[in-house]
């Protein structure tokens, strides 16, 4: 029996992702799922804690569930691949790799190999294009002179962009695991919109109370939602704003830090909100979810450093499991891949263990989420993994 491996954040689990699954497994296939843990891609927190996401992807079809730690799931776009990718790859188990995307696995690649080839006059105009004031984003899409238009539209799609790097994190890893693209339609992954009982997971987050949501998520989920308390990007605002004021950041220790975004941090320490305070620091230069990755990356003291030291390391902690999880952690036995079941073991590593540091760091960022979802401390010592 093959085993396909999902990156995911189910922030919450909805009907798509269930569709996904239900695919998935009309294949014949086990489901590992790589699942972010307190904090998401976009900077913002989960809008329902690790524990409660991973028991409820497990209770719709998933037969195991591991951590993507923070120090990957609050990076950009390609370092939450590298992270995710290169855990997968270290369990040596995988087959296949299903993500969904708006356009094919074949278009995705034929434009990989240009970026590819051409990536010394890319870098060269990259950086010249930073150097003039523009923004990543933009740097990156004018630096890529040799595509076509279409071509660099196709980049702009949201689930294009993880897809993309995805495939690189694969081909810089000469990884076995296959890629297999859903293509995905009709609802995007932050659209407002809604199509029969789909809908995406921004709609579901904006719109928690109201009780239509519950026509577009799995019970399990729906229940995990109401019976937990709800965490939002705002909860943190007084923390960041402490860490502001404190004046001891060393921003140039962060990924997402660039030149000048610290003096627009100190004007606006006096917004309403953290919503507010973000759209007021943006600038064609400094984009949103930039700025809402770096407070992030700083409230939870997330330095570039042990982020590079942490890629492609063999962090494989178990979330969730059932019957079929156990026979898959028993292959990963087999092939002598060491997993963390209990979070108490990480106490008898060396120091030095870059495990133990990812771990050690993985408790300070539950501890901190857990003070917005009025969980308890320690949370990962007390929860070994959820058997379903």
Not at 94 to 118: A, H, M, P, V
Request: a positive charge; one cysteine or more.
């Amino acid at each position: 029996m093959k085993n396909t491996a999902i990156i995911a954040e189910y922030n919450p689990f909805h009907n798509g992702h269930k569709y996904q699954i239900d695919k998935i497994k009309s294949t014949n296939s086990n489901i590992v799922v790589i699942m972010s843990s307190s904090f998401t891609q976009r900077g913002i927190p989960a809008i329902t804690d690790k524990f409660s996401r991973a028991k409820t992807a497990v209770l719709c079809g998933a037969d195991l569930v591991i951590e993507l730690p923070g120090v990957f799931s609050t990076s950009n776009a390609e370092i939450f691949a590298k992270g995710a990718v290169g855990i997968l790859n270290q369990m040596e188990i995988i087959d296949y790799l299903c993500f969904g995307s708006e356009n094919s696995l074949e278009q995705l690649n034929n434009i990989l190999n240009k970026i590819e080839e051409n990536k010394n006059t890319s870098e060269d105009l990259l950086k010249k294009y930073l150097s003039l004031g523009f923004a990543y984003p933009k740097a990156t899409e004018m630096s890529y002179e040799f595509l076509k238009s279409e071509e660099k539209q196709i980049l702009k799609m949201p689930n294009n962009i993880l897809a993309i790097e995805y495939l690189k994190a694969l081909r810089g890893l000469n990884s076995n695991i296959e890629p297999v693209s859903i293509r995905r339609k009709h609802i995007s992954h932050n659209s407002e919109s809604i199509f029969n009982n789909f809908t995406s997971s921004s709609y579901i987050r904006n719109n928690y109370l109201e009780d239509n949501i519950k026509n577009y998520m799995p019970n399990q989920s729906y229940d995990a939602l109401i019976n937990n308390q709800a965490v939002f990007l705002n909860d943190f605002f007084n923390i960041i704003k402490y860490k502001i004021l404190e004046n001891k950041i060393d921003y140039e220790k962060y990924i997402d830090y660039e030149i000048g975004m610290e003096n627009r941090f100190r004007k606006y320490i006096n917004s309403q909100n953290i919503y507010d305070f973000i759209n007021k620091i943006s600038t064609k230069r400094y984009t949103k979810s930039r700025i809402t990755r770096l407070l992030i990356q700083i409230m939870l003291d997330l330095k570039k450093e042990l982020i590079f030291e942490s890629i492609n390391k063999p962090y494989v902690r178990i979330l969730a499991s059932n019957r079929n999880g156990f026979t898959l952690l028993n292959d990963l036995k087999l092939k002598g891949v060491n997993y963390i079941d209990k979070f108490s073991l990480i106490e008898d590593m060396d120091d030095s263990s870059i495990i133990k540091k990812i771990a050690k760091k993985e408790t300070f960022i539950t501890n901190i989420y857990n003070i917005a979802a009025e969980r308890t401390m320690n949370e990962d010592y007390l929860i070994n993994k959820i058997v379903i």
